[in-house]
């Protein structure tokens, strides 16, 4: 596996670099006959540790932006660049290593699996490459304790509220230390309330993590904590306060 770069040791020259860019982001998808356009020109940079909310209406791309983001999906043209240097979609070693170390995923449904434990849960992205050790489980234990899950630790997710597995799946996304937490609607299946407390613990986590947020959302409160709040109107992403969406 190719190891990342570690961007804490590096230059004081990439510290200034964006933590994650896109240019001249295009994507269709090909159909009979033709083709669906969903991005023209996307532009935008997430400085470090920033966070940058992304609304829009069902279909408007959201979700095939952040999985350009991830490394799940390919650009038909332009490119991500992480402090700088593009991700090479060509490349199964490098997507393999972005998708593991550089980003860190948050979904509408937790994906948690259901006969491992709250803790086991937490420590699985580690578990897949390479041995756990007492730090990681110190690690698992701390964001239990932040997320508010000590006494659940040992819980399978089936024993768990709704919120309270958002919660793990919140944690989970932060436990191998990636740069980038990418949230597609996190909150979305939850009570408003429950999801706006779960939304603070997802801003501190950052903050506390020094990691960058990709937040999409339909919630306008949750879009206006980030530092920036992007909307995408026609394939395109504008200034969300133009878009009438804060
Ligand atoms: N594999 C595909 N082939 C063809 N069209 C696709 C494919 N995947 C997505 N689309 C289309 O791309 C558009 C954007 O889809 P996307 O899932 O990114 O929307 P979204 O903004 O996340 O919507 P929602 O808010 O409902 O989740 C939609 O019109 C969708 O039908
Ligand atoms: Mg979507």
């Given at each position: 596996?190719?190891?990342p770069?570690?961007?804490?040791?590096?230059?004081?020259?990439?510290?200034?670099?964006?933590?994650l860019?896109?240019?001249?982001?295009?994507?269709?998808?090909?159909?009979?006959?033709?083709?669906?356009?969903?991005?023209?020109?996307?532009?935008?940079?997430?400085?470090?540790?920033?966070?940058?909310?992304?609304?829009?209406?069902?279909?408007?791309g959201?979700?095939?932006?952040?999985?350009?983001?991830?490394?799940?999906?390919?650009?038909?043209?332009?490119?991500?660049?992480?402090?700088?240097?593009?991700?090479?979609?060509?490349?199964?070693?490098?997507?393999?290593?972005?998708?593991?170390?550089?980003?860190?995923?948050?979904?509408?449904?937790?994906?948690?699996?259901?006969?491992?434990?709250?803790?086991?849960?937490?420590?699985?992205?580690?578990?897949?490459?390479?041995?756990?050790?007492?730090?990681?489980?110190?690690?698992?234990?701390?964001?239990?304790?932040?997320?508010?899950?000590?006494?659940?630790?040992?819980?399978?997710?089936?024993?768990?509220?709704?919120?309270?597995?958002?919660?793990?799946?919140?944690?989970?996304?932060?436990?191998?230390?990636?740069?980038i937490?990418?949230?597609?609607?996190?909150?979305?299946?939850?009570?408003?309330?429950?999801?706006?407390?779960?939304?603070?613990?997802?801003?501190?986590?950052?903050?506390?993590?020094?990691?960058?947020l990709?937040?999409?959302?339909?919630?306008?409160?949750?879009?206006?904590?980030?530092?920036?709040?992007l909307?995408?109107?026609?394939?395109?992403?504008?200034?969300?306060?133009?878009?009438?969406?804060?």
């Amino acid at each position: 596996m190719i190891k990342p770069e570690s961007p804490r040791s590096k230059a004081s020259y990439t510290q200034m670099q964006p933590i994650l860019e896109t240019r001249s982001l295009d994507k269709f998808f090909p159909r009979t006959g033709g083709r669906v356009d969903v991005l023209r020109d996307c532009h935008f940079e997430l400085p470090r540790a920033g966070s940058v909310a992304i609304t829009g209406p069902s279909g408007s791309g959201k979700s095939t932006l952040l999985n350009i983001l991830g490394g799940l999906d390919e650009p038909s043209s332009g490119e991500v660049l992480r402090e700088g240097v593009a991700l090479d979609f060509s490349d199964q070693g490098a997507l393999t290593n972005w998708r593991a170390e550089v980003v860190g995923f948050i979904f509408q449904f937790h994906f948690l699996l259901p006969d491992f434990t709250a803790r086991e849960n937490l420590l699985l992205p580690i578990r897949g490459r390479r041995k756990v050790s007492g730090s990681d489980f110190e690690r698992a234990d701390r964001f239990l304790a932040l997320t508010d899950l000590t006494d659940r630790a040992d819980h399978l997710p089936g024993e768990l509220s709704g919120g309270e597995q958002q919660r793990i799946a919140v944690a989970r996304a932060f436990m191998n230390r990636p740069q980038i937490v990418l949230a597609d609607e996190p909150f979305g299946n939850l009570d408003h309330e429950i999801g706006a407390r779960l939304g603070e613990t997802l801003f501190e986590l950052g903050r506390a993590e020094d990691t960058g947020l990709v937040i999409v959302t339909h919630d306008p409160q949750l879009a206006a904590r980030a530092d920036r709040h992007l909307a995408l109107v026609d394939g395109a992403l504008v200034d969300g306060r133009m878009a009438g969406e804060s």
